[in-house]
């Protein structure tokens, strides 16, 4: 089955230290994406990639850090410069980059630091 | 900057009747699209249904159909015959950008009730 996967569903980490939540993904698809939800908020964009070994900021990318050596995989590093990691966050992506591209999103995971 | 406004925290509908969500955006773009997202409890981000600004024919998808105001800036959700498993979050989003970043509304929570 095509999708997207992102583990751990549950991360918990101490303050100061950086964790790196994974997105894998076997569409094909050419884009990708990190969103960060907290309650009450829609999604906001972190940072996000239209093509392998390239990708820009989004509207909250301080604190965060991504790399896109493969098409299928764009994982995130939260640091310890995040003021305030605990949320959840979602992985996308979609088949190109234009206005007209749906996105497909993961299941997710919620990241506690304590 | 555009913008996306939901201005329904939370409704709340019996099963079988007929439900609409609102949503308004602001933009300066003639040709986009503009897209309606659900997230059920378990969080999955799925996607409900999608309008293209240029097309003046309303979208739907089996149960669900929007009401697309393009002078007015309007995308509304109708939910038709609703059923149980319609309880999610609803999220209006809107494509800015030439890498299609979505731009979420802060979301309705609605409750399907017996």
């Known amino acids: 089955d095509g999708g997207i996967t992102q583990s751990p569903k549950y991360l918990f980490r101490k303050e100061g230290q950086n964790v790196t939540l994974s997105c894998e993904q076997n569409?094909?698809?050419?884009?990708m994406y990190w969103y960060r939800q907290d309650p009450g908020q829609g999604l906001r964009l972190i940072y996000y990639?239209?093509?392998?070994?390239?990708?820009q900021k989004g509207d909250i990318a301080e604190g965060y850090s991504v790399s896109r050596e493969k098409k299928e995989s764009f994982p995130l590093t939260v640091t310890s410069a995040q003021k305030n990691p605990t949320a959840f966050y979602l992985c996308?992506?979609?088949?190109?980059?234009?206005?007209?591209?749906?996105?497909?999103f993961g299941p997710g995971t919620r990241l506690t630091v304590t | 900057a555009q913008t996306v406004t939901q201005s329904q925290p939370e409704m709340s509908v019996q099963e079988a009747e007929t439900v609409t969500l609102s949503c308004t955006y602001d933009?300066?773009?003639?040709?986009?699209?503009l897209f309606w997202y659900k997230q059920p409890p378990s969080r999955q981000m799925i996607l409900v249904i999608r309008?293209?600004?240029?097309?003046?024919q309303n979208a739907t998808e089996n149960r669900f159909s929007v009401n697309f105001q393009k002078a007015a800036k309007s995308f509304s959700l109708k939910i038709s015959d609703s059923q149980l498993g319609d309880t999610a979050m609803y999220f209006c989003?809107?494509?800015?950008?030439?890498?299609?970043?979505?731009?979420f509304g802060t979301g309705t929570r609605l409750q399907v009730t017996l």
């Open positions: 996308a992506s979609s088949r190109g980059s234009g206005y007209s591209y749906e996105q497909y």
């Open positions: 933009t300066s773009e003639n040709n986009y699209y």
């Open positions: 309008q293209e600004a240029y097309k003046q």
């Open positions: 569409l094909n698809h050419d884009a």
């Open positions: 990639s239209q093509i392998v070994n390239d990708f």
């Open positions: 989003a809107f494509p800015t950008g030439t890498a299609s970043k979505l731009t």
